[in-house]
């Protein structure tokens, strides 16, 4: 099927200038060639509008959060929970408490595995995950379950790399206290319908979890419509800073369970004898927080929402159709990954080559891809082979850039045969 795309394609409301010359990393060159990033799943490149924000923070309000009288400690603050509301917006929550500032999706979800699981898991409960889960939404639950005496069960996939959902007849019970699951798969690149698995949970009464690291750069989320009772992503996977990341929580899970570390900001008051816990969302934000990160994730959602992200959406789709399309004419490439419903990630192994030889001769040609198993390892044994060359877009890449990706794919091939 012939795919309407142009290399000239603009669909931005930023407009004229190309999206990628607002991303400064993307003006060099390396090894003497032009730099296409397809790293994007691992993290993005950074507006400049985000690297000035940073720049800023630290020339102007730099200053501790919530301890302070003075002017730049107001400043900080202010801005920090001026993010929270933003981020509550951006996701429509219904209150700007049920934001947690982690340091990205992992401790999220690390939060959650360990204060709800010891809030609700019993020996003989069960949790139930995805057989296409990154290792960070495994191995909490693996911990978790571990240490509470419950068990793991596990949601299969088809060789398309599309749940089986029916399954989840099967899995969920009166014992399932919670079901955590991806929205896009970061290998596969599957946009899973966590509406109707969110559903399904809800029959039981059973809490979802999303790990929505890889959505929340590339789709508007809602999660009051989703309804699901966590959400967790990046701000450095949506072009904001590292270290810094969300937790979304319904207040009546949040309220209920016991705080995650213990320390300064999450105590309301502190003796020996007792210490009384915040309220939220302070209860789980022990410790100097990540305050420029806080920060600076505005600048983040001002560019996402400058796209504005239904419009990326629609541009990658058609980006990764494209490089699908083209893609599969290479001989012996075989897509990892052939959902119905898919986002932003191309995996993919070439017969009789090894993806870290492939991702080395495109990396000496100026393509920053990334190979291995993307921290999902069961994905890996579950189809067999020992990793994928994964080719992640953002809103910034071009087909211009994908026709080179492939004219450097055929050369490394016949290099390597
Ligand atoms: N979940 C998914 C689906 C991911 O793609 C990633 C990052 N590759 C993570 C979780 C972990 O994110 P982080 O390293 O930012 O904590």
Redesign the pocket.
Known sequence: MAVNISSTISPFLLQQKPVSSYFPALQQQVYGQPLIYFDN??TTQKPKSVIDAIVRYYSTINSNVHRGVHYLSQQATEASEETRRRVARFIHARHAHEIIFT?????S?NLVAYAYGKYALKPGDNVVISAME?H??IVPWQIACEDRGASLRVIPMNDRGELLIDELDHLLDERTRILAI?W???SLGTLNPIEEIIQKAHQFDIPVLI?A??AAPHMPIDVQTIDCDFLVF?G??MYGPTGI?ILYGKEKWLEQMPPYQGGGEMIKSVRFEKTEYNDLPFKFEAGTPHIEGTVCLQAAIDFLESLPLHKAFAYEQQLLEYATQQMSQIPGLRIIGQAQHKASILSFIIENTHPYDVGVLLDKMGIAVRTGH??TQPVMDFFGIPGTVRVSLAVYNTPSEIDRLVTCLDKAVSMLK
Do not use: P, V
């Open positions: 799943a691992a340091r990205g999706t992992t401790e979800i990154h960070s939404n991806t896009i798969s970061n790990d690291a890889q990046s450095h996977k990341g993307h921290c």
